[in-house]
């Protein structure tokens, strides 16, 4: 047995250590690109050309990889963008087959194909068409936009219905960013007219641009701010912080306000009447509590029968019904609300919108101040 070992010893001392001593400078280097391509070296060596391990560190506090629902939303269309083995699926085919055999959550190559592009560019930026037809084209962040959208059509999902017909799960899905992006898709009243803000047509590459945007350039903060956390607010030394980065290349002065998770960006009117003009941010969670609030007092908590209970759950109710324009009013609301921008995305359809909700609902509001 001892005589193998030695045989064994010796070949691999041939095979792995001569070459070390007999070759050249020149050939040794030679000899390692042949095992070990200078390419890969760009991402696997001491000192990569690429941060992979940073933006893995960002990665592991996103949303893309926490919520972890890989498993639970794989069937029905769902694992498109709830697992990375659908989505690059979906790019490759344009559909979907009826489950990811062993699936798993949205990653580096869900967004990038380095190793068979030959680089880190994403792996679609084709302009996306909406459930409602619009189209989106903002750049890379086209590639957001396939998943970050409704899956409904507001115009046919919203009709009179007993109550027992609507569920919690009843909206335009948890993601809708891009149709508000768009400026589309929301329950419109068709009297009324509606625009956008300028966001869909001057930043460059949508939501890319603002979300990977690294605060003041580094990450001096915490890796989920920006970059590949995507992420706008963050738990800094038991404080929220936002990513001033994210809107400061435009906005050149913006802060945040002191003490709250919003920016400094002041409305343009009192849009909640309070009494107040506020930063939009806060306007705009105003309008929404128009719907919904704590104490009790929303237009939502107060139908017949209600929608929502008096601490701001979901009430639902297996008697009773609600008319379209209530309907409407819980589309639009839960639409905005999962936008989670808080009007930042589209303020201007974003006020539009639950202006004319709320009016459905409240002949008598004054909704002078609707843009």
Same mark, same amino acid.
């Given at each position: 047995?001892? #005589? ?10 041939? =095979?792995?250590? +001569? ?14 690109? +042949? ?21 893995? =560190? ?28 659908? /989505? ?20 580096? /190559? ?11 560019? +994403?792996? *679609?930026?084709?302009? +996306? ?57 929301? /329950? ?25 945007? =690294? ?14 956390? #995507? ?59 128009? /719907?919904?609030? *704590? ?7 107060? =139908? ?18 609600? *008319? ?48």
């Amino acid at each position: 047995m001892s #005589f193998r070992i030695s045989i064994v010893l010796c070949l691999l001392f041939f =095979l792995f250590l +001569v070459p070390a001593f007999v070759f050249s400078s020149g050939e040794r280097e030679v000899e390692m690109d +042949v095992l070990f391509p200078k390419a890969c070296a760009d991402c696997h060596s001491d000192n990569p050309k690429y941060a992979l391990a940073g933006a893995r =560190l960002a990665y592991d506090t996103s949303g893309h990889n926490t919520i972890g629902n890989s498993w639970y939303a794989n069937g029905a269309g769902c694992q498109k963008c709830h697992t990375n083995e659908g /989505f690059i699926e979906f790019v490759e085919t344009g559909k979907v087959g009826e489950y990811v055999s062993n699936p798993s959550q949205p990653g580096c /190559f869900t967004c990038h194909a380095p190793h068979t592009k030959g680089d880190f560019s +994403v792996r *679609t930026n084709k302009p +996306v068409k909406l459930a409602d037809s619009s189209v989106v084209n903002m750049g890379d962040g086209n590639l957001c936009a396939n998943c970050h959208q409704s899956r409904r059509i507001a115009k046919d999902t919203v009709k009179a219905s007993d109550a027992k017909g609507i569920s919690s799960h009843f909206g335009a899905h948890h993601g809708p960013q891009a149709d508000i992006i768009a400026g589309a898709n929301a /329950f419109e009243n068709p009297a009324n007219r509606y625009s956008s803000s300028a966001h869909k047509m001057v930043v460059k590459d949508g939501c890319v641009s603002c979300h990977m945007a =690294l605060k003041e350039g580094r990450y001096s903060a915490s890796p989920a701010l920006g970059g590949h956390s #995507f992420g706008i607010e963050a738990e800094v030394h038991e404080a929220g912080k936002l990513n001033i980065s994210a809107c400061a290349s435009c906005h050149k002065d913006i802060k945040q306000v002191r003490g709250k998770e919003i920016f400094d960006l002041k409305a343009k009117a009192d849009f909640d009447l309070d009494g107040t003009v506020e930063p939009l941010q806060a306007e705009v969670e105003g309008l929404l509590e128009g /719907f919904v609030n *704590t104490n009790g007092t929303g237009y939502l908590q107060r =139908l017949n029968p209600p929608m929502y209970k008096a601490d701001g759950s979901w009430a639902g109710s297996k008697t009773g019904s609600w *008319t379209i324009e209530e309907v409407a009013a819980l589309y639009n609301y839960k639409m905005f609300l999962e936008d989670r921008s808080k009007g930042v995305h589209n303020a201007t359809y974003t006020i539009q919108i639950l202006y004319d909700s709320l009016k459905a609902l409240d002949p008598g509001l004054d909704d002078s101040l609707r843009p």
